[in-house]
C-alpha cells in the first residue's frame, strides 16, 4: 500500500484573524475529502483560532517552531505540550529562516524534533543547501548532515518524523528546483533514511519545498521520492493551495 502524501501548508509570519478565518473558510468549502494529508504550520498567537475552525476538518493542524524544553525559564518559547493543549499535529523545526535569522544549529534543531516526538507531535525537519552550496557541489554533504544530527540524537523513533527538503536559493524566489533535481536530492536522504530504520524508510515522508505552486506541484508530486510538500506563498491563497492538494494523490 502506498502511504498518503502531505500537503503542508507554511504561513511564516502571515496572517491576522479576519485573514485567517476568510483562508480557512475558503478552504474547508472546497477540500472536501482529499485524498493526501493536509496540514497548516500558523503563527502561534492563531493556534487557538485554527484549532476552533479546524475542529472536525480534514485539515490538521501545525506550528512552526517549538522550544526544546520542557518549562521554565525560556521568555518567548512554546513547550511542545503547550501545543498539544492548542490540538497541533506537526512542527516544523529547523526551517532555514530559523536556522538563518536565529542562528539554529543542527544541534539544536535535533533537540526540538526530539521533544515534538516525545509529545506526540510529527516533527518536520527541514534541510538544504544554499545556491553558494549547491554551486561550490557541497549539497550532498550539507543536507546528510543536517539529517545525521537529526538521526544521531532520534534514531529509535526516526520513522515518526516528517523530512522537507528545501533549497534555501527556491524559497520565496519562484525558482524551484527541477523534479530531478529535487528527486536526486530525496533519494540520498532516503537512503539516508534506509541506512537509520530499515524497511521504516519507505514509509517516512520526504516533502519539497521552495516556490511549490499550483503550476509546478504535479510535476514535483509525480517523483518517486516526492511524498508531499510544504508550501509557503502559495498556501496563502485557498485557490492555489487547493490545487495542490488535489494535485497530491
Ligand atoms: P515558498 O513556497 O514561499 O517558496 O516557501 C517555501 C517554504 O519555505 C516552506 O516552508
Same mark, same amino acid.
Given at each position: 500500500m502506498t502511504k498518503k502524501k502531505l500537503i503542508a501548508g507554511n504561513w511564516k509570519m502571515n496572517g491576522s484573524l479576519a485573514a485567517? =478565518?476568510?483562508? +480557512? *473558510?475558503?478552504? /474547508?468549502?472546497? %477540500?472536501?475529502?482529499?485524498?493526501?494529508?493536509?496540514?497548516?504550520?500558523v503563527p502561534a498567537p492563531y493556534l487557538a483560532q485554527m484549532q476552533a475552525l479546524l475542529a472536525g476538518s480534514p485539515i490538521a493542524l501545525g506550528a512552526q517552531d517549538l522550544s526544546a524544553q520542557q518549562q521554565g525559564a525560556f521568555t518567548g518559547e512554546q513547550s511542545a505540550t503547550m501545543l498539544k493543549d492548542f490540538g497541533v499535529r506537526y512542527a516544523i523545526v529547523g526551517h532555514s529562516e530559523r536556522r538563518q535569522y536565529h542562528g539554529e544549529t543542527d544541534?539544536?534543531?535535533?533537540?526540538?524534533?526530539?521533544?515534538?516526538?516525545?509529545?506526540?507531535?510529527?516533527?518536520?525537519?527541514?534541510?538544504?543547501?544554499?545556491?553558494?552550496?549547491?554551486?561550490?557541489?557541497?549539497? =550532498?554533504?550539507? +543536507? *546528510?548532515?543536517? /539529517?545525521?544530527? %537529526?538521526?544521531?540524537?532520534?534514531?529509535?523513533?526516526?520513522?515518526?518524523?516528517?523530512?522537507?527538503?528545501?533549497?534555501?536559493?527556491?524559497?520565496?524566489?519562484g525558482k524551484t528546483a527541477t523534479p530531478e533535481q529535487a528527486q536526486s536530492v530525496h533519494a540520498l536522504l532516503r537512503a539516508q533514511l534506509h541506512h537509520a530504520a530499515n524497511e521504516h524508510a519507505a514509509g517516512i515522508h520526504i516533502l519539497y519545498g521552495g516556490s511549490m505552486n499550483a503550476a509546478n506541484a504535479a510535476e514535483l508530486l509525480a517523483q518517486p521520492d516526492i511524498d508531499g510538500g510544504l508550501i509557503g506563498g502559495a498556501s496563502l491563497k485557498a485557490p492555489d493551495f487547493l490545487q495542490i492538494i488535489a494535485a497530491a494523490r
Open positions: 485567517n =478565518e476568510s483562508l +480557512v *473558510k475558503a478552504l /474547508l468549502q472546497d %477540500v472536501g475529502t482529499p485524498d493526501c494529508e493536509v496540514a497548516v504550520c544541534e539544536a534543531v535535533a533537540a526540538k524534533a526530539a521533544a515534538a516526538l516525545a509529545n506526540g507531535i510529527t516533527p518536520i525537519v527541514c534541510v538544504g543547501e544554499t545556491l553558494a552550496q549547491r554551486e561550490s557541489a557541497h549539497t =550532498e554533504e550539507v +543536507v *546528510k548532515r543536517q /539529517l545525521a544530527a %537529526v538521526i544521531h540524537v532520534n534514531g529509535h523513533c526516526i520513522s515518526e518524523i516528517v523530512v522537507a527538503y528545501e533549497p534555501v536559493w527556491a524559497i520565496g524566489t
